[in-house]
């Protein structure tokens, strides 16, 4: 497990203001030592398997509206996330790891995703991604093709009074 990465994550999820705990999970999860509780990570390290998987879980937590995120726990299907939010969750993932310079093969692991990892990778290399328009039309990013557009990212946090906000702005314009 490569400690700089790790230490590079939870730096982001305080400086975000992603919640998370350390802790010993004795339950089975979803994803190896990583699991959603109320609203916050719990993570152990003696049974993560995976580095990445902390990214996706904590997309997760970004993508959801705030009034969903303190409550969410659990299984993400459980808590009404559908193909959509995951594939928000992918690209929020994808664009933190290119933030915090984490290589794609941390993110989409060779044993995850259903063995699609190399073709993740190729797509999301390649510009091709997806997820991004949804991040977009929450005005966490601006598209692809814009100068500073996906994979930088204008806000880490989905934010509905913020989108409220832009909306009505361009309504009056």
């Given at each position: ?97 290119q933030h915090l310079n984490i290589a794609p093969e941390v993110l989409f692991h060779k044993d995850g995703y259903k063995g699609g990892s190399e073709s993740l990778i190729r797509a999301f290399r390649d510009n091709g991604g997806f997820g991004y328009p949804l991040l977009y039309t929450w005005f966490m ?33």
């Open positions: 497990m490569e400690k700089n990465d790790i230490d590079r994550m939870l730096n982001f999820f305080t400086e975000i203001r992603i919640k998370y705990h350390i802790c010993s999970i004795e339950e089975k999860t979803f994803l190896p030592g990583v699991k959603i509780s109320d609203g916050a990570l719990l993570i152990d390290f003696e049974k993560l398997l995976y580095p990445g998987d902390l990214l996706h879980e904590a997309g997760h937590i970004a993508v959801s509206d705030e009034v969903s995120r303190a409550h969410l726990t659990g299984d993400m299907q459980d808590e009404g996330h559908q193909a959509a939010d995951e594939m928000a969750t992918i690209a929020w993932s994808w664009a933190a790891a990013c601006e598209q692809p093709d814009h100068p500073q557009g996906y994979p930088k990212m204008l806000r880490w946090l989905r934010n509905e009074a913020y989108r409220q906000t832009q909306l009505e702005s361009l309504a009056t314009n």
